[in-house]
């Protein structure tokens, strides 16, 4: 709850894009570092120009991560 949510695009189909965020906490509580990553990009080239216009996001880092499309 420290930062907003940062919306890219909307698709033609109405689906907002926003980056997907992965956090681990382990048994003592203690957070791990977060992980940022774009899930409608197809290429590492879009996904290095996103990083270059997003806004930092606390201590967040960016990954590339292809996943399948609809």
Known sequence: DKFPVEYF???PGGRM???GSV???DQAG???PILMC???LKTEDEF???KKQAPPIGDATWEFMKFEKE
């Open 9 to 11: 695009s909307i698709t």
């Open 38 to 40: 774009a899930w409608w």
């Open 23 to 25: 956090q681990t906490i």
């Open 17 to 19: 894009t926003c980056a």
């Open 48 to 50: 290095n120009q996103l």
């Open 30 to 32: 203690k957070y791990g």
